[in-house]
């Protein structure tokens, strides 16, 4: 699948069949992980067959996760949302490797977890075969998320990247972003705030981005 279909297929699975990853998608994934870690300065961990790295009430929400991302950065402005837009990429490259996924924030022990002198865990991802298929979210009104200020009509790009803007996963599912069209096919990006608000904008971003094609638009500065 492409990643519009991975999009449309990635859903929060919190029940898990607790067997290793194939090797191969491990290793992809994996492999994945690092290319991403070269092209955002994070220091993202894949860690695989781990029963007790998740803990707590966690461990009962996320059934049999074995496995998990763990999203690690230099503890500095911006750490949210670089994880949160990173993490996503990680999250549907597993969803074209046929690997589950879901989003949560602590609950992870650090154990097994490599974190250098100014760096934090910023928050951890679970993976790994589905035992229960996710179901979709209810999302917000489009309507509700987006504003038009560049004096014309919204091109077909920007209602894209809503389309699966809207398919973010993002904390209690609040969805609390707003885009904004401005002129010259500039984007403006902001949080409304709430719980790991900066984490949400970065996933709803990555989102956005592949639905309207880098190709089409600006971020704002």
Known sequence: MDL???????????????????PDAARQLGAYVE??????????????????????LRRLL?????NYLAIVGAHESGLEYSGGYW??????????????????AMGAKKDKV??????????VVALGNAAQPGKPHTSRQMTELY??????ELPLWFLAGMDAAILA???????????TLLPDGIVKAESLG???????LGIACCHFEIGAGTENFSWAN
């Open 87 to 104: 993490g996503e990429k990680v999250v549907l490259r597993a969803t074209q490797l046929n690997i589950a996924s879901c989003w949560f």
């Open 62 to 66: 996320l059934k049999n996760a074995e």
């Open 4 to 22: 519009s279909e991975a999009i449309r297929a990635r859903h929060s699975v919190r029940q898990y069949e607790g067997i290793p990853l194939e």
């Open 35 to 56: 290319e991403c870690n070269q092209l955002s300065g994070l220091h993202m961990q894949l860690v695989l067959d781990d029963s007790r790295g998740i803990s707590g």
């Open 169 to 179: 996963p993002t904390a209690n599912n609040q969805q609390k972003f707003r885009f």
């Open 114 to 123: 490599q974190i250098a002198p100014g760096e934090k865990l910023l928050i």
């Open 147 to 152: 504003a038009n200020e560049s004096g014309g």
């Open 194 to 200: 709430g719980a790991w608000a900066g984490i949400d």
